[in-house]
């Protein structure tokens, strides 16, 4: 027997074997700790499995990844148009814009679909807010399509000052949500290993969100700044959705009127947060508007 050949194929398996194992010593670990099984000796198996994948994963990260990332790279950049993806940020921004716009849109119609089969006046919220989302992305990716970034400045205040007013009538819908989870114990359900899923996707998104807001900036262009609001409110209730889930998975020994309260704190966090940076921008396009107006006037 190759030993050598053997220890190679044990130390770096094939990717999808990872994600197997990955997803298998997760479901076993849920499993053991839920139930108490700590003692017992299928632990000891998932224990086993656990140090395995995770060995395989980090010695993955560490040996294989980087060349294989430097190999994709090199692809990438050898094609025009992965090539302009990767060095033009606002190129990249307007595909970001277009599939943020594909995927409100897709939220919207799954609710509405939902609506239809449940008849539930919360996936009508849902509906209704993703749909008004898409408004505004719909309003920003026109423009970006008609328009080059930075040529029309006065063009990118009026696109950002109507979306901000949008978004103020966001918050209807959003409280109209809230609503529903404290009134009618509505909400989001995730179960086993998919709410921790969802818990690293959701945090993921808000800090993206959040770092995009501030590195875009730079580009002074109100149109891209006023996507990225956008995203970072959409991030932000995410969360609100994340709560009502983990209180569904394991709020079960939390009193009803404590998740409620929690719930309304949140909710109403989300909501100041939201009309805060509308109208923040509703202010600054307004003066600058104003401020251009006079000197065209004077001129």
Not at 5 to 33: E, N, Q, R, Y
Not at 68 to 93: E, H, S, V
Not at 151 to 178: D, H, K, P, Q
Request: charged share 15%; hydrophobic share 55%; net charge positive.
């Amino acid at each position: 027997m190759n030993w050598k050949l053997l220890g190679k194929k044990l130390l770096f398996p094939p990717v999808w074997l990872m994600l197997l194992l990955t997803a298998a010593s997760a479901a076993g670990l849920i499993a053991v700790f839920v139930n108490g099984w700590e003692s017992a000796p299928i632990a000891y198996v998932f224990y086993a499995l656990s140090f395995y994948t995770l060995t395989v994963v980090t010695v993955f990260c560490v040996m294989v990844l980087p060349r294989q990332y430097r190999k994709i790279k090199t692809k990438i950049l050898a094609n025009p148009l992965g090539n302009r993806y990767a060095i033009d940020k606002l190129f990249r921004a307007n595909i970001s814009l277009t599939l943020s716009l594909s995927v409100n849109l897709l939220y919207a119609a799954v609710n509405a679909l939902s609506w239809y089969l449940y008849q539930s006046w919360w996936f009508v919220c849902l509906a209704v807010y993703y749909g008004i989302m898409s408004l505004m992305r719909f309003l920003l990716v026109r423009y970006v399509r008609l328009n080059a970034i930075g040529a029309n400045r006065c063009g990118e205040l009026r696109r950002s000052l109507a979306c901000s007013y949008i978004m103020l009538l966001l918050n209807f819908f959003l409280s109209g949500a809230v609503l529903m989870v404290v009134y009618q114990n509505k909400g989001f359900e995730y179960h086993g290993i998919m709410i921790y899923v969802m818990a690293l996707f959701t945090f993921y998104n808000v800090t993206v969100a959040m770092i995009a807001l501030i590195k875009y900036r730079r580009f002074e262009s109100p149109v891209m700044s006023t996507a990225k609001v956008i995203s970072l409110a959409a991030g932000l209730v995410s969360l609100l959705n994340l709560e009502t889930a983990m209180f569904a998975e394991f709020g079960a020994d939390m009193a009803k009127e404590d998740q409620q309260l929690m719930i309304m704190l949140t909710g109403g966090g989300i909501a100041v947060a939201v009309i805060a940076m509308a109208v923040n921008m509703i202010a600054r396009c307004t003066k600058e508007l104003k401020t251009m107006r006079r000197k065209n006037h004077g001129a």
